[in-house]
Protein backbone atom coordinates (compact mmCIF):
# COMPACT_ATOMS: atom_id res chain seq x y z
CA UNK A 1 0.00 0.00 0.00
CA UNK A 2 2.84 2.49 0.79
CA UNK A 3 4.62 2.22 -2.55
CA UNK A 4 1.73 2.30 -5.44
CA UNK A 5 2.51 5.84 -6.82
CA UNK A 6 5.36 3.53 -8.75
CA UNK A 7 2.53 2.15 -10.30
CA UNK A 8 1.18 5.14 -11.98
CA UNK A 9 4.30 6.17 -12.91
CA UNK A 10 4.76 2.33 -15.07
CA UNK A 11 1.22 2.86 -16.51
CA UNK A 12 2.72 6.48 -17.88
CA UNK A 13 5.59 4.90 -18.97
CA UNK A 14 3.82 2.15 -20.64
CA UNK A 15 1.47 4.38 -22.77
CA UNK A 16 4.50 7.55 -23.65
CA UNK A 17 4.94 5.84 -26.19
CA UNK A 18 2.18 6.01 -27.84
CA UNK A 19 0.65 9.24 -26.68
CA UNK A 20 0.72 11.38 -29.41
CA UNK A 21 -1.18 14.69 -29.85
CA UNK A 22 -4.62 13.51 -31.19
CA UNK A 23 -6.99 15.36 -33.57
CA UNK A 24 -4.67 18.16 -34.02
CA UNK A 25 -1.20 19.47 -32.88
CA UNK A 26 -2.44 20.82 -29.75
CA UNK A 27 0.48 23.12 -28.02
CA UNK A 28 -1.24 23.24 -24.96
CA UNK A 29 -1.06 19.65 -24.41
CA UNK A 30 2.91 19.29 -25.59
CA UNK A 31 3.57 22.46 -23.58
CA UNK A 32 1.83 19.85 -20.53
CA UNK A 33 3.85 16.95 -21.49
CA UNK A 34 6.99 19.22 -21.81
CA UNK A 35 6.54 20.40 -17.70
CA UNK A 36 5.18 16.72 -16.53
CA UNK A 37 8.62 15.55 -17.99
CA UNK A 38 10.68 18.31 -16.16
CA UNK A 39 8.90 17.50 -12.80
CA UNK A 40 6.95 21.04 -12.55
CA UNK A 41 3.45 19.27 -11.88
CA UNK A 42 1.82 22.54 -11.02
CA UNK A 43 2.20 23.86 -14.26
CA UNK A 44 1.61 20.65 -16.41
CA UNK A 45 -1.65 20.66 -14.67
CA UNK A 46 -2.49 23.86 -15.93
CA UNK A 47 -1.75 23.06 -19.26
CA UNK A 48 -3.19 20.03 -19.25
CA UNK A 49 -6.57 21.69 -18.17
CA UNK A 50 -6.34 23.97 -21.18
CA UNK A 51 -5.81 21.05 -23.54
CA UNK A 52 -8.84 19.85 -22.54
CA UNK A 53 -10.92 22.89 -23.25
CA UNK A 54 -9.16 22.80 -26.53
CA UNK A 55 -10.23 19.37 -27.51
CA UNK A 56 -13.43 19.98 -26.42
CA UNK A 57 -14.06 22.52 -28.92
CA UNK A 58 -13.30 20.31 -31.75
CA UNK A 59 -15.40 17.69 -30.05
CA UNK A 60 -12.26 15.37 -29.66
CA UNK A 61 -12.98 13.13 -26.55
CA UNK A 62 -10.20 10.81 -26.23
CA UNK A 63 -7.82 13.72 -25.97
CA UNK A 64 -9.93 15.55 -23.16
CA UNK A 65 -10.37 12.30 -21.27
CA UNK A 66 -6.14 11.97 -21.90
CA UNK A 67 -5.69 15.63 -20.56
CA UNK A 68 -8.08 14.69 -17.80
CA UNK A 69 -6.57 11.60 -16.95
CA UNK A 70 -2.86 13.56 -16.69
CA UNK A 71 -4.33 16.22 -14.49
CA UNK A 72 -6.00 12.71 -12.09
CA UNK A 73 -2.31 11.87 -11.69
CA UNK A 74 -0.81 15.26 -10.39
CA UNK A 75 -3.60 15.48 -7.86
CA UNK A 76 -3.16 12.21 -6.58
CA UNK A 77 0.66 12.35 -6.99
CA UNK A 78 0.32 15.56 -5.04
CA UNK A 79 -1.67 13.99 -1.87
CA UNK A 80 -5.23 15.63 -3.67
CA UNK A 81 -7.35 12.14 -3.78
CA UNK A 82 -10.49 13.51 -3.40
CA UNK A 83 -9.88 15.79 -6.61
CA UNK A 84 -7.42 13.10 -8.16
CA UNK A 85 -10.75 10.52 -8.09
CA UNK A 86 -13.13 13.39 -9.45
CA UNK A 87 -10.66 13.86 -12.35
CA UNK A 88 -10.44 10.25 -13.09
CA UNK A 89 -14.03 10.00 -13.14
CA UNK A 90 -14.75 13.16 -15.51
CA UNK A 91 -12.09 11.70 -17.74
CA UNK A 92 -14.19 8.15 -17.67
CA UNK A 93 -17.22 10.00 -19.13
CA UNK A 94 -15.27 10.92 -22.56
CA UNK A 95 -13.91 7.56 -22.94
CA UNK A 96 -16.48 5.67 -24.38
CA UNK A 97 -14.34 3.94 -27.31
CA UNK A 98 -13.12 0.87 -25.51
CA UNK A 99 -12.25 -1.61 -28.82
CA UNK A 100 -9.72 1.51 -28.94
CA UNK A 101 -6.30 0.35 -27.79
CA UNK A 102 -4.86 3.90 -27.08
CA UNK A 103 -8.58 4.49 -25.15
CA UNK A 104 -8.24 1.25 -23.08
CA UNK A 105 -4.63 2.06 -21.96
CA UNK A 106 -5.87 5.35 -20.92
CA UNK A 107 -8.89 3.77 -18.87
CA UNK A 108 -6.54 1.36 -17.34
CA UNK A 109 -4.42 4.69 -15.86
CA UNK A 110 -7.83 6.07 -15.03
CA UNK A 111 -9.07 3.34 -13.10
CA UNK A 112 -5.78 2.38 -11.81
CA UNK A 113 -5.76 5.92 -10.68
CA UNK A 114 -8.78 5.70 -8.64
CA UNK A 115 -7.89 2.21 -7.01
CA UNK A 116 -5.10 4.53 -5.72
CA UNK A 117 -6.66 7.72 -4.62
CA UNK A 118 -9.20 5.35 -2.65
CA UNK A 119 -6.26 2.95 -0.93
CA UNK A 120 -4.69 5.88 0.80
CA UNK A 121 -8.21 7.21 1.65
CA UNK A 122 -8.70 3.57 3.22
CA UNK A 123 -11.95 2.97 1.43
CA UNK A 124 -10.42 -0.49 0.94
CA UNK A 125 -13.16 -1.70 -1.31
CA UNK A 126 -13.44 0.72 -3.91
CA UNK A 127 -10.16 0.12 -4.21
CA UNK A 128 -10.10 -2.99 -4.50
CA UNK A 129 -13.28 -2.97 -6.79
CA UNK A 130 -11.05 -0.07 -9.30
CA UNK A 131 -7.85 -2.81 -9.63
CA UNK A 132 -9.78 -5.51 -10.98
CA UNK A 133 -11.32 -2.94 -13.74
CA UNK A 134 -8.09 -2.00 -14.29
CA UNK A 135 -7.37 -5.74 -14.85
CA UNK A 136 -10.14 -5.31 -17.49
CA UNK A 137 -8.53 -3.14 -19.58
CA UNK A 138 -4.28 -4.14 -19.57
CA UNK A 139 -3.16 -6.63 -22.43
CA UNK A 140 -2.80 -10.00 -21.44
CA UNK A 141 0.95 -9.87 -22.48
CA UNK A 142 1.76 -6.68 -20.55
CA UNK A 143 3.45 -7.13 -17.47
CA UNK A 144 1.76 -3.94 -15.78
CA UNK A 145 -1.12 -6.84 -14.94
CA UNK A 146 1.87 -8.28 -12.59
CA UNK A 147 1.78 -4.96 -10.34
CA UNK A 148 -1.75 -4.90 -10.30
CA UNK A 149 -2.32 -8.22 -8.84
CA UNK A 150 0.46 -7.68 -6.13
CA UNK A 151 -1.50 -4.22 -5.20
CA UNK A 152 -4.82 -6.41 -4.94
CA UNK A 153 -2.61 -8.61 -2.76
CA UNK A 154 -1.32 -5.77 -0.86
CA UNK A 155 -5.02 -4.28 -0.57
CA UNK A 156 -5.88 -7.87 0.74
CA UNK A 157 -3.45 -7.73 3.53
CA UNK A 158 -4.33 -4.62 5.18
CA UNK A 159 -8.05 -5.96 5.41
CA UNK A 160 -6.56 -8.99 7.22
CA UNK A 161 -7.38 -10.90 4.33
CA UNK A 162 -4.23 -13.24 4.10
CA UNK A 163 -4.90 -16.85 2.49
CA UNK A 164 -6.80 -14.49 -0.69
CA UNK A 165 -4.20 -12.19 -0.52
CA UNK A 166 -1.67 -15.40 -1.30
CA UNK A 167 -3.66 -16.47 -3.92
CA UNK A 168 -3.18 -12.90 -5.99
CA UNK A 169 0.27 -13.46 -5.02
CA UNK A 170 0.93 -16.07 -6.33
CA UNK A 171 0.24 -14.68 -9.62
CA UNK A 172 2.22 -11.79 -8.90
CA UNK A 173 5.38 -13.26 -8.57
CA UNK A 174 5.59 -14.40 -11.83
CA UNK A 175 6.54 -11.03 -13.09
CA UNK A 176 9.79 -11.12 -15.03
CA UNK A 177 11.39 -7.07 -14.39
CA UNK A 178 13.63 -7.92 -10.84
CA UNK A 179 11.34 -4.82 -8.87
CA UNK A 180 8.10 -6.56 -9.45
CA UNK A 181 9.41 -9.67 -8.91
CA UNK A 182 11.03 -8.37 -5.32
CA UNK A 183 7.39 -6.14 -4.39
CA UNK A 184 5.75 -9.13 -5.23
CA UNK A 185 8.02 -11.83 -3.27
CA UNK A 186 8.40 -9.26 -0.30
CA UNK A 187 4.60 -8.75 0.12
CA UNK A 188 3.72 -12.97 -0.73
CA UNK A 189 6.22 -13.73 2.25
CA UNK A 190 4.43 -10.75 4.66
CA UNK A 191 1.08 -12.54 3.86
CA UNK A 192 2.68 -16.01 4.42
CA UNK A 193 4.04 -14.98 8.41
CA UNK A 194 0.69 -13.17 8.72
CA UNK A 195 -1.46 -16.42 7.96
CA UNK A 196 0.72 -18.45 9.80
CA UNK A 197 2.83 -17.54 13.07
CA UNK A 198 5.31 -20.76 12.37
CA UNK A 199 5.85 -19.57 9.07
CA UNK A 200 9.14 -18.48 8.45
CA UNK A 201 9.37 -15.74 6.01
CA UNK A 202 13.34 -14.12 6.48
CA UNK A 203 14.47 -15.93 3.45
CA UNK A 204 12.34 -14.46 1.27
CA UNK A 205 12.41 -11.14 2.86
CA UNK A 206 16.64 -10.96 2.28
CA UNK A 207 16.04 -11.98 -1.35
CA UNK A 208 13.51 -9.47 -2.29
CA UNK A 209 16.30 -7.29 -0.55
CA UNK A 210 19.30 -8.15 -2.15
CA UNK A 211 17.39 -7.34 -5.18
CA UNK A 212 16.28 -4.17 -4.67
CA UNK A 213 19.87 -3.14 -3.72
CA UNK A 214 21.39 -4.83 -6.64
CA UNK A 215 18.86 -2.68 -8.82
CA UNK A 216 19.08 0.73 -6.82
CA UNK A 217 15.25 0.40 -5.82
CA UNK A 218 14.93 2.96 -3.68
CA UNK A 219 10.76 2.45 -2.97
CA UNK A 220 11.81 -1.02 -3.19
CA UNK A 221 14.08 -0.88 -0.05
CA UNK A 222 11.69 1.19 1.90
CA UNK A 223 9.48 -1.49 1.43
CA UNK A 224 11.75 -4.37 2.46
CA UNK A 225 13.19 -2.32 5.86
CA UNK A 226 9.58 -1.75 6.63
CA UNK A 227 8.58 -5.35 6.65
CA UNK A 228 11.58 -6.29 8.15
CA UNK A 229 11.56 -3.78 11.15
CA UNK A 230 7.74 -5.17 11.33
CA UNK A 231 8.03 -8.65 11.53
CA UNK A 232 11.05 -8.77 13.98
CA UNK A 233 9.46 -6.04 16.21
CA UNK A 234 7.87 -9.01 18.79
CA UNK A 235 10.96 -11.29 18.05
CA UNK A 236 14.11 -9.02 18.10
CA UNK A 237 13.14 -5.23 18.91
CA UNK A 238 17.14 -4.14 18.63
CA UNK A 239 17.26 -5.73 15.07
CA UNK A 240 13.47 -4.16 14.61
CA UNK A 241 14.72 -0.77 15.40
CA UNK A 242 17.88 -0.89 13.40
CA UNK A 243 15.47 -1.96 10.22
CA UNK A 244 13.06 0.95 11.00
CA UNK A 245 16.46 3.59 10.95
CA UNK A 246 17.75 2.10 7.59
CA UNK A 247 14.12 2.69 6.36
CA UNK A 248 14.24 6.36 7.94
CA UNK A 249 17.71 6.51 6.21
CA UNK A 250 16.10 5.17 2.75
CA UNK A 251 13.39 7.40 2.75
CA UNK A 252 15.32 10.75 3.47
CA UNK A 253 17.78 9.67 0.49
CA UNK A 254 14.71 8.99 -1.87
CA UNK A 255 12.77 12.23 0.19
CA UNK A 256 9.61 10.14 0.73
CA UNK A 257 7.66 11.95 3.54
CA UNK A 258 4.51 9.26 4.10
CA UNK A 259 7.85 6.35 4.28
CA UNK A 260 10.11 8.83 6.59
CA UNK A 261 6.51 9.44 9.10
CA UNK A 262 6.10 5.78 8.97
CA UNK A 263 9.74 4.93 9.65
CA UNK A 264 9.90 7.72 12.58
CA UNK A 265 6.75 6.19 14.47
CA UNK A 266 8.09 2.50 14.66
CA UNK A 267 11.44 4.57 16.13
CA UNK A 268 9.32 6.31 18.97
CA UNK A 269 7.79 2.98 20.24
CA UNK A 270 11.31 1.14 19.68
CA UNK A 271 13.76 3.54 21.50
CA UNK A 272 11.48 5.38 23.78
CA UNK A 273 14.60 7.10 25.04
CA UNK A 274 15.52 8.65 22.38
CA UNK A 275 11.49 9.67 21.79
CA UNK A 276 11.64 13.45 22.07
CA UNK A 277 13.73 14.00 18.77
CA UNK A 278 12.17 11.65 17.24
CA UNK A 279 8.66 13.03 18.00
CA UNK A 280 9.53 16.31 16.55
CA UNK A 281 10.96 15.27 13.52
CA UNK A 282 7.54 13.54 13.15
CA UNK A 283 5.37 16.38 13.88
CA UNK A 284 7.24 18.57 11.50
CA UNK A 285 7.24 16.13 8.50
CA UNK A 286 3.52 15.72 9.38
CA UNK A 287 2.64 19.36 9.70
CA UNK A 288 4.69 19.53 6.41
CA UNK A 289 2.54 16.76 4.30
CA UNK A 290 -0.62 18.08 5.66
CA UNK A 291 -0.03 22.07 4.21
CA UNK A 292 1.50 20.44 0.99
CA UNK A 293 -1.75 18.58 0.77
CA UNK A 294 -4.37 21.56 1.42
CA UNK A 295 -2.00 23.39 -0.87
CA UNK A 296 -2.35 21.46 -3.48
CA UNK A 297 -6.31 21.37 -3.26
CA UNK A 298 -6.82 24.63 -3.39
CA UNK A 299 -4.49 25.00 -5.80
CA UNK A 300 -6.09 22.64 -8.38
CA UNK A 301 -9.40 23.89 -7.59
CA UNK A 302 -8.56 27.54 -8.44
CA UNK A 303 -6.76 26.24 -11.64
CA UNK A 304 -9.33 24.94 -12.63
CA UNK A 305 -11.92 27.62 -11.99
CA UNK A 306 -9.77 30.14 -12.73
CA UNK A 307 -9.65 28.39 -16.72
CA UNK A 308 -13.08 27.94 -16.92
CA UNK A 309 -13.63 31.70 -16.01
CA UNK A 310 -11.23 32.92 -18.77
CA UNK A 311 -12.77 30.81 -21.07
CA UNK A 312 -16.10 32.09 -20.24
CA UNK A 313 -15.37 35.82 -20.89
CA UNK A 314 -13.01 35.02 -23.99
CA UNK A 315 -16.15 33.55 -25.25
CA UNK A 316 -18.20 36.35 -24.01
CA UNK A 317 -15.93 38.43 -26.04
CA UNK A 318 -15.88 36.70 -29.41
CA UNK A 319 -19.99 36.56 -29.68
CA UNK A 320 -21.18 39.85 -27.68
CA UNK A 321 -22.20 41.20 -31.55
CA UNK A 322 -24.35 38.52 -31.88
CA UNK A 323 -25.13 36.13 -29.33
CA UNK A 324 -24.51 38.84 -26.32
CA UNK A 325 -27.58 37.17 -24.31
CA UNK A 326 -25.71 33.76 -24.42
CA UNK A 327 -22.89 35.02 -23.53
CA UNK A 328 -24.17 36.65 -20.64
CA UNK A 329 -26.32 33.04 -19.76
CA UNK A 330 -22.60 31.57 -20.18
CA UNK A 331 -20.94 33.78 -17.63
CA UNK A 332 -23.62 32.96 -15.71
CA UNK A 333 -23.53 29.25 -15.99
CA UNK A 334 -19.79 29.78 -15.33
CA UNK A 335 -20.42 31.55 -11.66
CA UNK A 336 -22.93 28.92 -10.21
CA UNK A 337 -20.36 26.05 -11.55
CA UNK A 338 -17.84 27.84 -9.54
CA UNK A 339 -19.79 27.84 -6.53
CA UNK A 340 -20.94 24.55 -6.71
CA UNK A 341 -17.02 23.85 -7.34
CA UNK A 342 -16.46 25.61 -4.40
CA UNK A 343 -18.98 23.68 -2.28
CA UNK A 344 -17.70 20.55 -3.45
CA UNK A 345 -14.00 22.02 -2.10
CA UNK A 346 -15.31 23.01 1.43
CA UNK A 347 -16.39 19.31 1.85
CA UNK A 348 -13.17 17.79 0.94
CA UNK A 349 -11.85 20.42 3.20
CA UNK A 350 -14.06 19.42 6.36
CA UNK A 351 -12.57 15.87 5.31
CA UNK A 352 -9.23 17.02 5.94
CA UNK A 353 -9.97 18.54 8.96
CA UNK A 354 -11.51 15.02 10.40
CA UNK A 355 -7.84 13.31 9.50
CA UNK A 356 -6.08 16.64 11.30
CA UNK A 357 -8.12 15.87 14.21
CA UNK A 358 -6.97 12.12 14.14
CA UNK A 359 -3.51 13.66 14.16
CA UNK A 360 -3.83 15.54 17.11
CA UNK A 361 -5.17 12.65 18.92
CA UNK A 362 -2.24 10.67 17.97
CA UNK A 363 -0.42 13.59 19.50
CA UNK A 364 -2.12 12.93 22.12
CA UNK A 365 -1.05 9.39 22.58
CA UNK A 366 2.71 10.66 22.24
CA UNK A 367 2.32 13.32 24.78
CA UNK A 368 1.44 10.53 27.47
CA UNK A 369 4.19 8.32 25.86
CA UNK A 370 6.53 11.20 27.53
CA UNK A 371 4.57 11.59 30.55
CA UNK A 372 4.97 7.24 30.84
CA UNK A 373 8.64 7.74 30.51
CA UNK A 374 9.09 10.59 33.18
CA UNK A 375 6.75 8.51 36.11
CA UNK A 376 7.99 5.07 35.66
CA UNK A 377 11.68 5.31 33.09
CA UNK A 378 13.16 8.24 35.68
CA UNK A 379 11.53 6.74 38.60
CA UNK A 380 12.73 3.34 38.07
CA UNK A 381 16.86 4.77 37.60
CA UNK A 382 15.99 6.86 40.29
CA UNK A 383 15.14 3.76 42.64
CA UNK A 384 17.64 1.89 41.06
CA UNK A 385 20.51 5.01 42.26
CA UNK A 386 18.49 4.71 45.72
CA UNK A 387 19.47 0.72 45.43
CA UNK A 388 22.68 1.51 44.71
CA UNK A 389 23.91 4.05 47.27
CA UNK A 390 21.82 2.66 50.02
CA UNK A 391 22.31 -1.21 49.74
CA UNK A 392 21.03 -1.64 53.16
CA UNK A 393 17.81 -0.20 52.20
CA UNK A 394 15.02 -2.83 53.67
CA UNK A 395 12.65 -4.29 51.69
CA UNK A 396 9.58 -2.27 52.66
CA UNK A 397 10.95 0.49 51.59
CA UNK A 398 11.87 -0.53 48.13
CA UNK A 399 8.11 -2.21 47.76
CA UNK A 400 6.75 1.35 48.82
CA UNK A 401 8.15 2.92 46.18
CA UNK A 402 7.41 0.86 43.60
CA UNK A 403 3.69 1.18 44.71
CA UNK A 404 3.89 4.90 44.56
CA UNK A 405 5.17 4.47 41.24
CA UNK A 406 2.37 1.87 40.15
CA UNK A 407 -0.33 4.68 41.34
CA UNK A 408 1.41 7.16 39.59
CA UNK A 409 1.40 5.56 36.48
CA UNK A 410 -2.06 4.60 36.74
CA UNK A 411 -3.27 8.16 37.22
CA UNK A 412 -2.02 9.25 34.44
CA UNK A 413 -4.96 8.00 32.67
CA UNK A 414 -6.84 10.55 34.82
CA UNK A 415 -4.12 13.43 33.73
CA UNK A 416 -2.96 13.28 37.16
CA UNK A 417 -0.33 12.75 39.87
CA UNK A 418 -1.27 13.07 43.32
CA UNK A 419 1.20 14.57 45.66
CA UNK A 420 0.32 14.97 49.16
CA UNK A 421 3.07 13.85 50.93
CA UNK A 422 4.94 16.34 48.19
CA UNK A 423 7.65 18.10 50.66
CA UNK A 424 8.96 15.22 51.86
CA UNK A 425 8.90 12.94 48.49
CA UNK A 426 10.76 16.21 47.04
CA UNK A 427 13.28 15.64 49.67
CA UNK A 428 14.15 12.22 49.46
CA UNK A 429 14.55 12.10 46.27
CA UNK A 430 17.22 14.59 46.35
CA UNK A 431 18.58 12.65 49.00
CA UNK A 432 18.75 9.61 47.36
CA UNK A 433 21.39 10.99 45.15
CA UNK A 434 23.95 11.24 48.13
CA UNK A 435 27.05 8.66 48.23
CA UNK A 436 30.33 8.88 50.14
CA UNK A 437 31.39 10.05 46.81
CA UNK A 438 28.81 12.21 45.90
CA UNK A 439 27.43 15.03 47.68
CA UNK A 440 23.93 16.34 46.94
CA UNK A 441 23.30 19.01 49.67
CA UNK A 442 19.77 20.71 49.85
CA UNK A 443 20.07 24.26 51.17
CA UNK A 444 17.54 25.73 52.75
CA UNK A 445 15.01 23.38 52.03
CA UNK A 446 12.22 23.62 54.09
CA UNK A 447 8.03 22.81 53.89
CA UNK A 448 6.78 25.98 53.54
CA UNK A 449 8.79 26.57 50.30
CA UNK A 450 5.97 24.31 48.99
CA UNK A 451 2.92 27.08 50.11
CA UNK A 452 1.01 28.62 47.68
CA UNK A 453 2.74 26.31 44.80
CA UNK A 454 0.28 24.48 42.36
CA UNK A 455 0.27 20.87 42.43
CA UNK A 456 1.28 21.02 38.54
CA UNK A 457 4.24 23.16 39.13
CA UNK A 458 5.20 21.16 42.06
CA UNK A 459 4.88 18.10 39.35
CA UNK A 460 6.67 19.24 36.87
CA UNK A 461 9.59 20.69 39.05
CA UNK A 462 10.15 17.06 40.44
CA UNK A 463 10.74 16.04 37.10
CA UNK A 464 12.67 19.07 36.50
CA UNK A 465 15.35 18.09 39.35
CA UNK A 466 15.32 14.83 38.87
CA UNK A 467 16.25 15.07 35.29
CA UNK A 468 18.69 16.89 36.11
CA UNK A 469 20.51 15.04 39.17
CA UNK A 470 20.04 11.62 36.90
CA UNK A 471 21.91 13.97 34.37
CA UNK A 472 24.55 14.60 36.78
CA UNK A 473 24.83 11.34 38.09
CA UNK A 474 25.13 9.45 34.27
CA UNK A 475 27.32 12.55 33.20
CA UNK A 476 29.27 15.16 35.52
CA UNK A 477 31.86 12.94 37.50
CA UNK A 478 30.86 15.88 39.98
CA UNK A 479 31.86 15.16 43.76
CA UNK A 480 29.60 18.16 45.25
CA UNK A 481 26.38 19.17 44.50
CA UNK A 482 24.19 21.84 46.07
CA UNK A 483 20.21 22.62 45.62
CA UNK A 484 19.76 26.03 46.84
CA UNK A 485 16.32 27.02 47.23
CA UNK A 486 14.93 30.44 47.96
CA UNK A 487 11.44 32.45 48.02
CA UNK A 488 11.09 36.25 47.40
CA UNK A 489 7.61 37.40 47.43
CA UNK A 490 6.02 35.65 44.33
CA UNK A 491 9.03 34.08 43.45
CA UNK A 492 10.55 30.90 43.83
CA UNK A 493 14.44 30.57 42.94
CA UNK A 494 16.16 27.17 42.72
CA UNK A 495 19.72 27.42 41.98
CA UNK A 496 21.58 24.17 41.15
CA UNK A 497 25.53 23.57 41.33
CA UNK A 498 28.35 21.19 40.82
CA UNK A 499 31.66 21.02 40.65
CA UNK A 500 31.61 18.40 37.81
CA UNK A 501 33.06 18.75 33.77
CA UNK A 502 29.61 20.92 32.97
CA UNK A 503 28.56 21.34 29.10
CA UNK A 504 30.91 22.55 27.18
CA UNK A 505 29.68 24.99 24.70
CA UNK A 506 26.35 25.67 25.91
CA UNK A 507 24.95 27.38 23.18
CA UNK A 508 25.66 24.70 20.40
CA UNK A 509 25.39 21.34 22.11
CA UNK A 510 21.99 21.48 24.04
CA UNK A 511 20.74 18.12 24.16
CA UNK A 512 17.29 16.14 24.49
CA UNK A 513 17.46 16.84 28.64
CA UNK A 514 18.42 20.52 28.27
CA UNK A 515 15.66 20.39 25.83
CA UNK A 516 13.41 18.50 28.05
CA UNK A 517 13.59 20.60 31.15
CA UNK A 518 13.28 24.29 28.97
CA UNK A 519 10.05 22.81 27.71
CA UNK A 520 8.99 21.94 31.38
CA UNK A 521 9.86 24.94 33.01
CA UNK A 522 8.01 26.88 30.00
CA UNK A 523 4.82 25.41 30.56
CA UNK A 524 4.70 26.75 34.21
CA UNK A 525 5.40 30.12 32.87
CA UNK A 526 8.96 29.80 34.61
CA UNK A 527 12.74 30.77 33.06
CA UNK A 528 15.68 28.09 33.20
CA UNK A 529 19.06 29.52 32.83
CA UNK A 530 22.50 26.82 32.19
CA UNK A 531 25.79 28.63 32.97
CA UNK A 532 29.38 27.17 33.29
CA UNK A 533 30.89 27.68 37.01
CA UNK A 534 33.71 29.59 37.09
CA UNK A 535 34.94 27.69 39.64
CA UNK A 536 34.32 24.77 37.60
CA UNK A 537 31.04 22.86 36.61
CA UNK A 538 27.21 23.94 36.06
CA UNK A 539 25.18 26.53 38.18
CA UNK A 540 21.20 25.73 36.60
CA UNK A 541 19.03 28.78 37.73
CA UNK A 542 15.34 28.00 37.95
CA UNK A 543 12.62 31.09 38.66
CA UNK A 544 9.21 30.52 39.22
CA UNK A 545 6.20 33.52 39.42
CA UNK A 546 3.97 31.83 41.79
CA UNK A 547 1.07 33.64 40.87
CA UNK A 548 1.82 33.81 37.40
CA UNK A 549 -1.21 32.78 34.61
CA UNK A 550 0.68 29.62 33.87
CA UNK A 551 0.84 28.05 37.33
Not at 283 to 297: L, M, P
Not at 304 to 313: G, L, M, T
Request: some cysteine.
Amino acid sequence: MKYLFSIILLLILSSCKKDNITSTDNSNYKQARFFRDSKIPDSAFYYYNLAKNDYLKIQDSLGAGKSLVNMAMIQTQKGDFYGGIESSLEANKYLKKEKDSTTRSTLAISYNNIALSSNFLKNFEQSLKYYFKTLEYIDENNEIKFVCYNNIGDVLITQGKFSLAEKYLEKAILAKRPNYYSMALNNLAKAKYLNNKNYNPIPELYKALEIRKKNNDEEGLNSSYETLSEYFRLKDKALSLDFAKKMLLSANKNKSSKDQILALKKIIKLDPVNYLESFQKLDSISTNVQTARSKAKNQFAVVRYDVEQKNAQNQILKTKTFQQNIGIATLILTLVGGFLWNEKRKKNIRREKEQEKQLEVKNTELKYSKKVHDVVANGLYHLMIEIENNPDINRVKILNDMEKMYEESRDISHDRISEVDFHERFGKMINSYQTDDQKVIPIKYVEKIWEKIPQNTQSELFYVIREILVNMKKHSDATFVALKFEKDGNTLRITYTDNGKGIKNLDTQRGAGIRNTENRIDTIGGDIIFEENPNGGLIIKITIPIHSKYV
